[in-house]
């Protein structure tokens, strides 16, 4: 009975595939922790600059999902504007012109995740309604298949960070989760640093006010002013 041996080896295939399978997924899961361990190292150091934080973040994930693009872009009023772009083929120009670029909220597929603060795959562009090519047609870049996720702080979308073209596969939920797990921590990362700014400019200007207080303000001399008589008025 033929039916035997085929049946046995097709089963075995089939555990070996999924034995892959759960294989390749603990794989993904093991550099998902690691990046994320790596990122919040960045956080915590010593010499923390959310430039080079928001940068090395951006290199880790080119590195690590293997995409051909991405790009992290903020939120200003009713428009998203890139933050920082990487694109492993682009010549100094196009740079320039995709930092240049501008989104309205709720256009292309990085509005659409900005307006709606939830993530979103797209594996073939062309059948995507949500797809705006002009980006393309400027940066003369082919994208075939995206991955967008949001930066939530507070309960509000501070922006997103996209990326394009896996390279030789497609985009799968653990990208997703990788992808959203970064973005989780540079949305606490690039909040922290605001506050940070904040804080920094109230000093000067307490300090500032301080300067103007003192200046105008009469000098004590044994205990009494040097200033006017106030019965004089």
Known sequence: DIQGPMGWIANCLSLAIERNRLSAALVKRKQTLDTSKQIGRALTSSDFDINKVVKYSMDMIRKIMGVEAGSLL???KNELKVAIAFNVEANSLNKFRLNKFQLKIGQGIAGYVAANGK???VNDTEKSSLFFPDVDKQTVFKT???LCVPLISKEEV???IEVLNKINQDFDASDEELLQSIADSLSIAIENARLYKESVSKVKNGRKALRMF???VPKVTNGETDGADLNNY
């Open 144 to 146: 075939r298949s995206a």
């Open 214 to 216: 003192q200046k105008f």
């Open 158 to 160: 501070i922006g997103v």
């Open 74 to 76: 903020l939120k200003v």
């Open 119 to 121: 993530s979103i795959i």
